[in-house]
C-alpha cells in the first residue's frame, strides 16, 4: 500500500539554527500539508499546498517558516531560525482531492529545539 | 470559530468490552466528520468517515454515530482489543481542506 514518507524521524537543532524537514508523499496525490503536534496536544494545521503554490496557511506559520515541492517527488518544510517553541512533532500528508478525501498522514519528524 | 472537541482525555476499557469515544463540534453547517487513530509515536491513521446525509456508518468493529441536533458524534469500538490502544481524534475538513482535529481521548485497554 502506498504511504507518505518522511525524512529525518527525529531533528535535534540549536535555537537559531535552520531546519529542513522532508516528505515524500503517495505520488499521485495532488494536495499536500503539513501539521504539527505539541507534546501532549491536538494535531495543528499549519500549511496546505497545490499546484506549486500555498493554498492556505495558519497564523502559526509565519515568516519563518516555507514550504517548498522541488521536485516531482519532494516536499519540503523549512524552518529559517528555529525557537524552543517549534519543538514539536511535524507531520505531513497528502491527498488526492481537497476537502473530502481521505488524507494519508506521514509517520512525523519529531523536532526538539534546543 | 469552527471546533470540534472531545470529552473525555483519557478512556479505560477491559479488553473485549465495547468502547465509546464522544466529540461535539460547533458548525451546524459542518457536512462531514473523520475519526483518526494515533498510535504512539505514528502519524494520525484514518479510520472511518461520515457524511452529513448519514445517521451511523459501520466499518469492521468499529461504528460512527452522527447526531446533528445536539451536533455529536461517536466512535464505537465492539471487542476493544490491545492494539486498540491509541489516541482518537475526530477531525473536521474545512470547505479550503485543512483538517480541524479535537483534543484527543487516549484509549487504554487492560488485559
Known amino acids: 500500500e502506498p504511504e507518505v514518507t518522511q525524512t529525518p524521524s527525529h531533528q535535534v537543532t540549536q535555537m537559531g539554527q535552520e531546519v529542513i524537514l522532508r516528505c515524500v508523499p503517495i505520488?499521485?496525490?495532488?494536495?499536500f500539508y503539513w501539521y504539527r503536534q505539541i507534546l501532549g496536544q491536538k494535531v495543528e494545521f499549519l500549511v496546505s499546498?497545490?499546484?506549486?503554490?500555498?493554498?492556505?496557511k495558519s497564523e502559526i506559520f509565519d515568516d519563518q517558516f516555507s514550504v517548498e515541492r522541488p521536485d516531482g517527488s519532494n516536499f519540503t518544510l523549512k524552518i529559517r531560525s528555529t525557537k524552543l517553541e517549534d519543538s514539536a512533532m511535524y507531520f505531513c500528508a497528502s491527498s488526492y482531492g481537497r476537502a473530502s478525501y481521505e488524507q494519508y498522514f506521514g509517520p512525523g519528524t519529531r523536532l526538539t529545539v534546543t | 470559530g469552527e471546533s470540534v472537541g472531545l470529552h473525555l482525555p483519557t478512556l479505560s476499557v477491559q479488553e473485549g468490552d465495547n468502547s465509546i469515544i464522544n466529540c461535539a463540534y460547533s458548525?451546524?453547517?459542518?457536512?462531514?466528520f473523520i475519526w483518526y487513530k494515533q498510535e504512539s509515536g505514528k502519524g494520525p491513521q484514518f479510520i472511518i468517515d461520515i457524511r452529513s446525509n448519514m445517521d451511523k456508518r459501520q466499518g469492521q468493529r468499529v461504528t460512527v454515530l452522527l447526531n446533528k441536533t445536539v451536533k455529536h458524534l461517536s466512535l464505537q469500538i465492539a471487542a476493544t482489543q490491545p492494539g486498540d490502544s491509541a489516541v482518537y481524534f475526530c477531525a473536521e475538513p474545512s470547505n479550503t481542506g485543512k483538517l480541524i482535529f479535537g483534543q484527543g481521548t487516549t484509549l487504554q485497554v487492560k488485559p
Open positions: 458548525n451546524s453547517a459542518s457536512d462531514y
Open positions: 505520488s499521485n496525490h495532488l494536495y
Open positions: 499546498f497545490y499546484n506549486n503554490e500555498i493554498s492556505e
